[in-house]
């Protein structure tokens, strides 16, 4: 029986493609464009097992500090690879209860990485592709947003969706507002894209109920095409969600990265959002998998928001949401297009609009070992 053997971890610093930020954090954006001279870490996990196989995982580190990189891994090995060495990755219900018992809510991506490399264990010993163990495949390819970020010049957001929708990514344009500028953004890129292309206005809670339903509404009446609002209201806020989904008659996303198991149940008893944010990098694919099929009982559908984790935790992803039907909204986990260097042999899976999960055992994935020691911190 397959038993892991020992825990490796490696921190790896991760350049983004481009400068990239929304809500209140964007009020003092900068233009974006490469150079960015932005970054994001991850701290790749691999559990290795006595009959040579080895599952591979992330934890994300947001804005790649090094120094929180490392802190990451020190613990990783220090609090939860104790939890894992002389256990069968199969036993993947009894590991993660035990492992999110010892993590807390900041830190759930630590889980979140684990239960990634024990589903890539899994597969692996098996020799299926991970979408097979969450219940084989829905769809055949994942259908992704773009993501235009936040910045003073309206004409660079302008221009990077213009260039997205003409590489393919008609099926949804993100767009990260909760700026004083937004609604001119909204309005400017809409006219430059076209009404078939709708857009995905994303507030991260920045404006009250009552101000986003000025906001979008006056957007509106200039033309814009709303896919749905994402978070149009403070995190905490949740009936104000619906407030603004009723107002404008438009549908509301609840974003927040980790749903507590109390604001799920919340959410579905009240009805407060028609779509919620449920990724991967954040709840693992077992709680991940819970949650959709939850909301999906409730009738409420989900999307896949992104921390910038890395191609590891974005190809985890694409399994879940080509497992999953429920996963009914394009999903915002772009793998290798948020980076100018990835840490993968092959990142091909990853469209332009589309991304199709791996065939291979697993994840479906290699590690680039040259690229994760260039980019070891």
């Known amino acids: 029986m397959t038993t892991i053997s020992s825990v490796e971890t490696r921190f790896v610093r991760l350049p983004l493609a481009f400068s990239y930020s929304g809500g209140r954090g964007a009020r003092g954006a900068k233009p974006m464009g490469p150079p960015a001279g932005q970054y994001t870490g991850a701290v790749i996990v691999l559990l290795h097992t006595d009959d040579g196989l ?36 199969f036993d993947v219900d009894r590991l993660m209860s035990r492992l999110w018992g010892i993590t807390t809510h900041d830190s759930t991506v630590f889980a979140a990485g684990i239960d990634v490399a024990l589903h890539d264990l899994m597969g692996k010993a098996l020799g299926v592709p991970l979408y097979k163990l969450l219940g084989g495949r829905w769809r055949e390819r ?16 302008v221009q990077q969706a213009q260039v997205a929708v003409s590489r393919g990514f008609r099926n949804v344009v993100k767009v990260k507002t909760g700026t004083p500028w937004d609604v001119e953004a909204l309005v400017a890129i809409q ?37 749905c609002l994402e978070q149009p209201a403070p995190n905490d806020d949740i009936p104000g969600l619906r407030r603004v989904g009723d107002a404008l008659g438009e549908r509301v996303m609840y974003h927040v990265g980790y749903v507590r198991p109390a604001v799920a149940y919340e959410i579905i008893r ?38 910038l984790e890395s191609s590891i935790g974005a190809t985890a992803a694409i399994h879940a949401a080509t497992a999953l039907e429920n996963y009914c909204y394009p999903i915002d986990t772009l793998g290798r297009h948020w980076f100018s260097a990835d840490i993968l042999t092959d990142t091909s899976h990853f469209g332009d609009g589309f991304a199709v999960a791996p065939e291979g055992p697993g994840l479906g994935i290699e590690l680039d070992w040259d690229q994760v020691e260039r980019l070891g911190a």
């Open 191 to 227: 006219q430059a894209i076209g009404p078939e292309v709708p857009l995905r206005p994303d507030d991260n809670g920045a404006f009250l109920a009552g101000d986003s339903i000025k906001r979008f509404r006056a957007a509106r009446e200039r033309g814009v095409v709303y896919e």
């Open 54 to 89: 080895s599952g591979i995982g992330d934890v994300i580190v947001k804005g790649g500090d090094p120094r929180v990189g490392q802190g990451t891994a020190l613990y990783l090995q220090a609090l939860l690879a104790g939890s894992l060495v002389g256990q069968s990755p």
């Open 270 to 307: 009240t009805r407060a959002c028609d779509v919620v944010s449920v990724p991967v990098f954040r709840h693992g694919l077992r709680q991940a998998t819970q949650l959709v099929r939850a909301f999906e009982l409730a009738g409420i559908g989900c999307a896949m928001g992104s921390g």
């Open 142 to 157: 994942v259908p992704l947003t773009w993501n235009v970020p936040a910045t003073r010049d309206i004409d660079l957001m």
